[in-house]
Protein backbone atom coordinates (compact mmCIF):
# COMPACT_ATOMS: atom_id res chain seq x y z
CA UNK A 1 0.00 0.00 0.00
CA UNK A 2 2.89 2.44 0.71
CA UNK A 3 4.55 1.87 -2.20
CA UNK A 4 1.13 2.43 -4.49
CA UNK A 5 0.61 5.27 -2.32
CA UNK A 6 4.08 6.39 -3.42
CA UNK A 7 3.39 6.05 -7.35
CA UNK A 8 0.26 7.61 -6.82
CA UNK A 9 2.03 10.92 -5.67
CA UNK A 10 4.76 10.79 -8.38
CA UNK A 11 1.93 10.63 -11.17
CA UNK A 12 0.38 13.74 -9.02
CA UNK A 13 3.68 16.26 -8.64
CA UNK A 14 4.45 14.28 -12.67
CA UNK A 15 1.35 16.02 -13.28
CA UNK A 16 1.66 19.36 -11.82
CA UNK A 17 5.06 20.01 -13.65
CA UNK A 18 3.90 19.15 -16.63
CA UNK A 19 5.55 15.73 -16.86
CA UNK A 20 5.02 12.12 -17.32
CA UNK A 21 5.76 9.58 -14.45
CA UNK A 22 7.93 7.53 -17.22
CA UNK A 23 10.13 10.49 -17.90
CA UNK A 24 10.79 11.04 -13.77
CA UNK A 25 11.15 7.16 -13.78
CA UNK A 26 13.86 6.67 -16.28
CA UNK A 27 15.86 9.26 -15.79
CA UNK A 28 19.41 8.52 -15.76
CA UNK A 29 21.45 9.93 -12.45
CA UNK A 30 24.69 11.92 -12.13
CA UNK A 31 26.74 10.64 -9.50
CA UNK A 32 29.32 12.72 -8.15
CA UNK A 33 32.54 11.29 -5.58
CA UNK A 34 34.91 12.71 -3.59
CA UNK A 35 35.95 14.52 -0.86
CA UNK A 36 35.10 18.05 0.80
CA UNK A 37 36.53 19.83 -2.17
CA UNK A 38 32.95 18.44 -3.75
CA UNK A 39 31.02 18.50 -0.79
CA UNK A 40 32.10 20.12 3.31
CA UNK A 41 30.03 19.10 5.63
CA UNK A 42 26.53 18.34 4.68
CA UNK A 43 27.22 20.38 1.72
CA UNK A 44 24.75 22.91 3.08
CA UNK A 45 27.68 25.87 3.82
CA UNK A 46 28.49 25.63 7.43
CA UNK A 47 31.04 27.31 8.46
CA UNK A 48 30.82 29.36 5.30
CA UNK A 49 32.55 26.65 3.67
CA UNK A 50 31.18 24.71 0.20
CA UNK A 51 32.53 21.64 -2.27
CA UNK A 52 31.37 22.74 -6.04
CA UNK A 53 29.56 19.96 -6.25
CA UNK A 54 26.87 21.68 -4.36
CA UNK A 55 26.24 23.65 -7.46
CA UNK A 56 26.37 21.25 -9.55
CA UNK A 57 22.37 20.96 -10.03
CA UNK A 58 22.32 24.73 -10.77
CA UNK A 59 23.67 24.13 -14.46
CA UNK A 60 21.87 20.99 -15.29
CA UNK A 61 18.30 20.64 -16.38
CA UNK A 62 17.48 18.25 -12.84
CA UNK A 63 13.66 16.99 -15.06
CA UNK A 64 15.98 15.35 -17.16
CA UNK A 65 18.70 13.99 -14.94
CA UNK A 66 18.47 13.42 -11.21
CA UNK A 67 22.15 14.67 -9.45
CA UNK A 68 23.24 13.03 -6.76
CA UNK A 69 26.24 14.44 -4.36
CA UNK A 70 27.43 11.26 -2.90
CA UNK A 71 31.16 13.09 -2.16
CA UNK A 72 32.03 13.32 1.45
CA UNK A 73 34.66 15.36 3.89
CA UNK A 74 37.88 13.49 4.60
CA UNK A 75 38.04 10.65 2.54
CA UNK A 76 40.52 9.28 0.04
CA UNK A 77 39.94 7.34 -3.33
CA UNK A 78 40.61 4.73 -0.66
CA UNK A 79 38.30 5.11 2.25
CA UNK A 80 35.82 6.00 0.44
CA UNK A 81 35.65 2.63 -0.81
CA UNK A 82 36.47 0.82 2.47
CA UNK A 83 33.63 2.61 4.03
CA UNK A 84 31.64 0.75 1.81
CA UNK A 85 30.08 4.27 0.40
CA UNK A 86 30.89 3.01 -3.67
CA UNK A 87 29.00 -0.61 -2.91
CA UNK A 88 26.18 1.59 -2.30
CA UNK A 89 26.34 3.39 -4.96
CA UNK A 90 26.81 0.40 -7.32
CA UNK A 91 23.85 -1.33 -5.91
CA UNK A 92 21.38 1.45 -7.80
CA UNK A 93 24.15 3.01 -10.75
CA UNK A 94 22.10 1.61 -13.77
CA UNK A 95 22.79 1.47 -17.52
CA UNK A 96 22.97 5.52 -18.62
CA UNK A 97 23.99 7.16 -15.59
CA UNK A 98 27.05 9.31 -15.15
CA UNK A 99 29.85 9.15 -12.44
CA UNK A 100 32.23 11.75 -11.79
CA UNK A 101 35.02 11.36 -9.59
CA UNK A 102 37.64 13.90 -7.66
CA UNK A 103 40.08 12.64 -5.27
CA UNK A 104 43.85 13.17 -4.45
CA UNK A 105 43.60 15.64 -1.59
CA UNK A 106 43.66 13.39 0.91
CA UNK A 107 45.39 10.29 -0.67
CA UNK A 108 49.38 11.66 0.76
CA UNK A 109 48.89 10.86 3.93
CA UNK A 110 50.06 7.75 6.15
CA UNK A 111 48.86 4.52 5.11
CA UNK A 112 48.26 3.06 9.06
CA UNK A 113 47.99 5.52 11.68
CA UNK A 114 45.50 5.84 14.45
CA UNK A 115 43.92 9.18 13.38
CA UNK A 116 42.51 8.88 10.02
CA UNK A 117 44.90 6.27 8.00
CA UNK A 118 43.74 6.96 4.73
CA UNK A 119 46.92 7.43 2.59
CA UNK A 120 47.22 5.53 -0.75
CA UNK A 121 50.62 3.89 -2.51
CA UNK A 122 51.63 6.97 -4.67
CA UNK A 123 50.75 6.64 -8.73
CA UNK A 124 48.96 4.47 -10.76
CA UNK A 125 50.74 1.37 -10.30
CA UNK A 126 49.82 -2.07 -9.19
CA UNK A 127 51.88 -2.04 -6.13
CA UNK A 128 50.36 -3.08 -2.94
CA UNK A 129 50.69 -3.47 0.55
CA UNK A 130 49.58 -5.70 4.06
CA UNK A 131 48.56 -3.59 7.17
CA UNK A 132 46.86 -4.33 10.06
CA UNK A 133 44.27 -1.47 10.19
CA UNK A 134 44.80 0.28 13.56
CA UNK A 135 41.75 2.33 13.27
CA UNK A 136 39.12 -0.86 12.01
CA UNK A 137 41.18 -3.49 13.25
CA UNK A 138 41.26 -5.57 10.55
CA UNK A 139 43.59 -6.36 8.14
CA UNK A 140 43.78 -4.83 4.64
CA UNK A 141 45.65 -4.90 1.34
CA UNK A 142 46.45 -1.07 0.78
CA UNK A 143 46.78 -0.34 -3.21
CA UNK A 144 47.97 2.29 -4.98
CA UNK A 145 46.13 5.42 -5.72
CA UNK A 146 45.39 4.68 -9.96
CA UNK A 147 44.51 1.18 -8.36
CA UNK A 148 41.32 2.38 -6.70
CA UNK A 149 40.61 5.25 -9.02
CA UNK A 150 40.49 2.32 -12.00
CA UNK A 151 38.29 0.43 -9.60
CA UNK A 152 35.82 2.73 -9.78
CA UNK A 153 36.19 3.40 -13.61
CA UNK A 154 35.87 -0.22 -14.26
CA UNK A 155 33.23 -0.84 -12.10
CA UNK A 156 30.77 1.87 -13.28
CA UNK A 157 31.35 0.99 -16.52
CA UNK A 158 30.59 -2.52 -15.94
CA UNK A 159 27.44 -1.45 -14.74
CA UNK A 160 26.80 0.30 -18.11
CA UNK A 161 27.69 3.98 -16.63
CA UNK A 162 29.65 6.50 -18.06
CA UNK A 163 33.17 7.70 -15.87
CA UNK A 164 34.31 10.83 -15.87
CA UNK A 165 37.57 11.97 -13.48
CA UNK A 166 38.30 15.36 -12.38
CA UNK A 167 41.81 16.12 -11.25
CA UNK A 168 41.18 17.67 -8.34
CA UNK A 169 40.87 21.60 -7.18
CA UNK A 170 44.10 23.26 -6.74
CA UNK A 171 44.75 24.45 -3.13
CA UNK A 172 45.16 28.53 -2.74
CA UNK A 173 48.21 28.74 -2.46
CA UNK A 174 50.42 30.90 -5.15
CA UNK A 175 54.55 31.14 -4.96
CA UNK A 176 56.01 34.71 -4.96
CA UNK A 177 55.49 34.76 -8.63
CA UNK A 178 51.38 34.84 -8.33
CA UNK A 179 51.94 30.80 -9.57
CA UNK A 180 50.36 28.10 -8.37
CA UNK A 181 51.84 24.30 -8.01
CA UNK A 182 50.10 21.94 -10.29
CA UNK A 183 49.34 18.52 -8.65
CA UNK A 184 50.63 15.27 -8.79
CA UNK A 185 46.72 13.53 -8.51
CA UNK A 186 46.29 14.91 -11.56
CA UNK A 187 48.63 13.68 -13.81
CA UNK A 188 48.27 10.31 -12.07
CA UNK A 189 44.33 11.02 -12.63
CA UNK A 190 44.97 11.56 -16.53
CA UNK A 191 46.75 8.36 -16.66
CA UNK A 192 44.45 6.54 -15.41
CA UNK A 193 41.64 8.03 -17.34
CA UNK A 194 43.96 6.63 -20.90
CA UNK A 195 44.00 3.21 -19.43
CA UNK A 196 41.16 2.78 -19.14
CA UNK A 197 39.00 4.72 -21.98
CA UNK A 198 37.04 7.53 -19.09
CA UNK A 199 36.47 10.78 -19.88
CA UNK A 200 38.89 13.22 -18.44
CA UNK A 201 38.05 17.01 -16.98
CA UNK A 202 41.50 18.62 -16.47
CA UNK A 203 39.85 20.81 -13.26
CA UNK A 204 43.24 21.04 -11.25
CA UNK A 205 45.03 23.07 -14.51
CA UNK A 206 41.27 24.82 -15.33
CA UNK A 207 41.37 26.04 -12.10
CA UNK A 208 45.05 27.11 -11.56
CA UNK A 209 44.59 28.85 -15.18
CA UNK A 210 41.77 31.38 -13.42
CA UNK A 211 42.97 31.54 -10.15
CA UNK A 212 46.45 33.19 -11.81
CA UNK A 213 44.45 35.36 -14.02
CA UNK A 214 42.37 36.87 -11.06
CA UNK A 215 45.72 37.14 -8.67
CA UNK A 216 46.24 36.20 -5.43
CA UNK A 217 44.31 38.80 -3.71
CA UNK A 218 41.19 38.35 -5.46
CA UNK A 219 41.36 34.42 -4.42
CA UNK A 220 42.00 34.89 -1.24
CA UNK A 221 38.26 35.55 -1.06
CA UNK A 222 37.66 32.14 -1.90
CA UNK A 223 39.57 30.14 1.07
CA UNK A 224 37.98 32.27 4.49
CA UNK A 225 39.09 29.30 6.70
CA UNK A 226 42.29 27.57 5.23
CA UNK A 227 43.85 27.25 2.05
CA UNK A 228 41.67 23.81 0.80
CA UNK A 229 38.31 24.92 1.35
CA UNK A 230 36.43 27.25 -0.56
CA UNK A 231 33.44 29.54 0.16
CA UNK A 232 30.22 29.65 -1.95
CA UNK A 233 31.53 31.97 -4.29
CA UNK A 234 34.59 30.00 -4.61
CA UNK A 235 32.73 26.65 -5.18
CA UNK A 236 30.58 28.06 -7.69
CA UNK A 237 33.55 29.76 -9.64
CA UNK A 238 34.97 25.66 -9.33
CA UNK A 239 31.25 23.99 -10.46
CA UNK A 240 31.47 26.38 -13.19
CA UNK A 241 34.76 25.26 -14.09
CA UNK A 242 33.34 21.89 -14.23
CA UNK A 243 30.76 22.50 -16.63
CA UNK A 244 33.21 24.12 -19.38
CA UNK A 245 35.42 21.02 -19.14
CA UNK A 246 32.42 18.75 -19.64
CA UNK A 247 31.31 20.96 -22.63
CA UNK A 248 34.89 19.81 -24.06
CA UNK A 249 34.68 16.39 -24.05
CA UNK A 250 33.85 14.57 -26.98
CA UNK A 251 31.56 12.34 -27.44
CA UNK A 252 30.26 12.33 -23.51
CA UNK A 253 26.26 12.97 -24.08
CA UNK A 254 26.06 13.93 -20.11
CA UNK A 255 26.72 17.60 -21.88
CA UNK A 256 22.92 17.07 -23.21
CA UNK A 257 21.25 17.38 -19.94
CA UNK A 258 22.75 20.83 -19.07
CA UNK A 259 20.29 23.52 -18.72
CA UNK A 260 19.76 25.80 -22.17
CA UNK A 261 20.89 29.46 -21.81
Known sequence: MKQRGLIIALIIICGLLGLSFASIKERPTLYIIGDSTVKNGTGQGADLLWGWGSFMGDHFDTTKISIQNRAIGGRSSRTFLTEGRWDKILSTLKKGDYVIMQFGHND???LNDTLRARGTIPGTGNDSTQIHNLIRKVDETVHSYGWYMRKYVNEAKAKGAVAIICSPVPRGDFDE???MKKDKYAAWGKEVATQTGAY???LNDLVIADYEKKGP????EYFPKDHTHTNKEGAQVNAQLVVNGLKELKGCRLKDF???K
Open 108 to 110: GGP
Open 177 to 179: NGK
Open 200 to 202: FIP
Open 217 to 220: AAVK
Open 258 to 260: LKK
